[in-house]
């Protein structure tokens, strides 16, 4: 079983920055495609930055030119910093692992809030 652990979320002011971990336990780290989702209440689930196995990145029209996101196979993590931040950035963001073999796992999720 494939494990996500997401850490890094919390309260910050428009214009402010945050950067968020994801830690996945499991062999299979490194084949593996890396994104990170978030979903803001009342909207549909969607994708702000995906990385390959290979190093290619997307991202989101909404987070281009703020959000960054990279991986350290050697200590299975995906980053994502976050800079410039929106209220509208608001939102549980969840890290997703997509296996070679074709299954998605999840993370629980980390809260990030962007308020005056």
């Known amino acids: 079983q494939v494990q996500l652990v997401e850490s890094g979320g919390g309260l910050v002011q428009p214009g402010g920055s945050l950067r968020l971990s994801c830690t996945a336990s499991?062999?299979?780290?490194?084949?593996?495609?890396m994104g990170w989702y978030r979903q803001a209440p009342g909207k549909q689930r969607e994708l702000v930055a995906r990385?390959?196995?290979?190093?290619?990145?997307n991202y989101a029209d909404s987070v281009k030119g703020r959000f960054t996101i990279s991986r350290d196979n050697a200590k299975s993590t995906v980053y994502l910093p976050m800079d410039s931040l929106k209220p509208e950035d608001t939102a549980v963001y969840s890290c997703?692992?997509?296996?070679?073999?074709?299954?998605?796992?999840w993370g629980q999720g980390t809260q990030v809030t962007v308020s005056s």
């Open positions: 499991g062999s299979i780290f490194s084949s593996a495609a």
């Open positions: 997703n692992l997509r296996a070679y073999y074709s299954h998605d796992y």
């Open positions: 990385i390959s196995s290979g190093g290619s990145t």
